[in-house]
Nanobody, 126 residues
Framework: QVQLVESGGGSVQAGGSLRLSCVASGRTFNSNCMGWFRRSPGKEREGVATIYTGYGATYYADSVRGRFTISHDNAANTLYLEMNSLKPEDSAMYYC???????????????????WGQGTQVTLSS
């Protein structure tokens, strides 16, 4: 059974940093699209950053580009999201996701991803 388990969320002041982790078990994702999505109360889930783990191509939402960095450790089968210069609007539940196939083109459509974690909460205070 494939599982994705996120950690690293918490409460932080605006301008601060957090590093989210997502450990995958049950299979490896060494040539797949993986990503971070988030959902705030009253809003739809949105893609934040994705990565093709095969060669490290990364994609970012405009709202986080330059502040967030996505990475993947193939040996550890772990996905990361380094978040810097956090803003109040970054407050959300953050979810890790992975695509089962090795198809490239790591977009931000939720339906492209087959596996999801339970989420980790990030709360910003001004």
């Amino acid at each position: 059974q494939v599982q994705l388990v996120e950690s690293g969320g918490g409460s932080v002041q605006a301008g601060g940093s957090l590093r989210l982790s997502c450990v995958a078990s049950g299979r490896t994702f060494n040539s797949n699209c993986m990503g971070w999505f988030r959902r705030s109360p009253g809003k739809e889930r949105e893609g934040v950053a994705t990565i093709y783990t095969g060669y490290g191509a990364t994609y970012y939402a405009d709202s986080v580009r330059g502040r967030f960095t996505i990475s993947h450790d193939n040996a550890a089968n772990t996905l990361y999201l380094e978040m810097n210069s956090l803003k109040p609007e970054d407050s959300a539940m953050y979810y890790c996701a992975a695509r089962a196939s090795q198809q490239i083109g790591c977009g931000f459509q939720s339906y492209d991803y087959n596996y999801w974690g339970q989420g980790t909460q990030v709360t910003l205070s001004s």
